[in-house]
């Protein structure tokens, strides 16, 4: 074969290699123009009313908190509650010794008699002076005088009847009763000490626990916007002392009865910006405690216009909070929103979609904005049963 013959052929099977590669392109392209759009879970938006809640931490106080004190001063003979009891208004809690103080009420009781007797002298003789000076038979001076006496004696008489009644008062103090009903505290005093010496003696604590106060703090600019959508007529709020409050501890358990918002202070905390607020929370079981810290969920009232958007469907940019939309014409739409918070696995959205967009919640790693996508209806993966606890040996 000669050169030119050799170099012929050779540009043959060239052209014929690079036919065979176009057309294979060809046909890729053709495939790929045919592929079907990516299909991705959707849900539909609907607008509802949304419940305005704010979770804060607060903690628990007694609704009244009393102590229980010494009023007259004696050595402490006996406790008769039961530390951490609940005691009744009214209950013997503790005696200190009556023996002195009803001594003194007896030397009071005995200033009375003398007191008495006095006036009756004194009251004798002023009526013999009153009857003798009418006949002219003594001088006006000696009928002042005896009635002066007498004036005098029945001063004196009140004057013992108060002792008398103050003897009596403090000889009941030897008794300290509870002054409201509540739970008890320990005992800060022993028995055989000597109490209410000059001051009076802290002898213990009664809280009353049922219902209780919750104590948290909301920022002052988030009360004032809140406050500024209700006049603008996007929330209801409730009415005063019906805003509910439930509560949840730190391991995610929740309590079973609701409060109600009962106190919210006209002053901003300047160290905080902060506005303090108070709820009252029922305890008939007695299985909240002053002192607790709780996470307290504050339900102000409704937002009236608001979108639950789950959760997964909701991204973030630069720009932003966004969710991916398959339009009418089948095609993606990226919609930058406005969200208030989380609720559960849904983002309440504010703004930024309309009832009926069909809102991706699922492929959203296989979509672009323009580019085409079949919409089907997303359903929530099962939750997964809890593990089984491990078998004791």
């Known amino acids: ?18 036919a065979l590669v176009a057309c294979s392109k060809g046909q890729q392209a053709g495939q790929q ?5 990516p299909e991705v879970g959707v849900v539909v938006a609907k607008a509802q009313a949304v419940p305005l809640r704010q979770e804060l931490v607060g903690r628990l106080s007694a609704l009244r908190s009393a102590d229980v004190r010494a009023r007259v ?9 039961t530390e951490g009891s609940d005691v009744k208004q009214g209950d013997l809690m503790f005696q200190i010794d009556p023996a002195p103080l009803r001594a003194t009420l007896n030397a009071q009781l005995a200033n009375l008699a003398a007191a008495q007797a006095t006036y009756q002298n004194a009251h004798v003789a002023a009526e013999r002076a009153r009857s003798v000076g009418a006949k002219g038979l003594i001088s006006k001076a000696d009928v002042d005088n005896a009635n002066a006496a007498e004036r005098t004696a029945t001063a004196s008489v009140k004057q013992a009847q108060a002792n008398v009644e103050s003897a009596r008062i403090n ?12 739970r008890s505290g320990k005992q800060q005093v022993t028995e055989g000490a000597l109490v209410g010496q000059g001051d009076a003696t802290l002898l213990t604590t009664i809280d009353q626990i ?14 004032d916007a809140v406050h500024r959508a209700a006049a603008e007529g996007q929330i209801d709020l409730a009415e005063k002392n019906k805003a509910k409050i439930t509560l949840t501890f730190s391991d995610g358990s929740s309590y079973d009865e609701a409060g109600t918002l009962d106190f919210s202070d006209t002053a901003v905390d300047a160290s905080t910006g902060a506005v303090t607020l108070r709820g009252i929370v029922p305890n008939p079981n007695h299985s909240l405690l002053p002192g607790l810290f709780v996470n307290v969920k504050l339900e102000l009232g409704e937002i009236k216009h608001a979108w639950l958007v789950p959760q997964l469907a909701v991204q973030r940019d630069v720009e932003g909070y966004f969710v991916m939309v398959v339009g ?34 699922s492929g959203l790693q296989k979509l672009q904005p323009g580019a085409p996508a079949k919409a089907t209806p997303w359903q929530p993966a ?8 491990p078998a004791a040996h």
């Open 1 to 18: 074969m000669t050169p030119v013959h050799r170099l012929s052929t050779t540009f043959a099977a060239v052209a014929a290699t690079l």
């Open 33 to 37: 123009q045919k592929m079907p759009p």
């Open 73 to 81: 001063a004696g050595i402490l003979q006996k406790r008769v509650y």
């Open 171 to 182: 000889l009941g103090y030897a008794d300290v009763r509870a002054p409201i009903s509540g």
């Open 210 to 223: 049922d219902p209780l106060y919750v104590n948290f703090a909301q920022a002052a600019n988030i009360l």
């Open 328 to 361: 009418s014409d089948g095609k993606v739409v990226q919609k930058h929103v406005a969200t208030d918070r989380l609720d559960g696995s849904n983002w309440i959205v504010t703004g930024g979609i309309s009832d009926g967009d069909q809102i991706v919640v």
């Open 382 to 389: 099962p939750a997964k049963p809890a593990a089984a606890a």
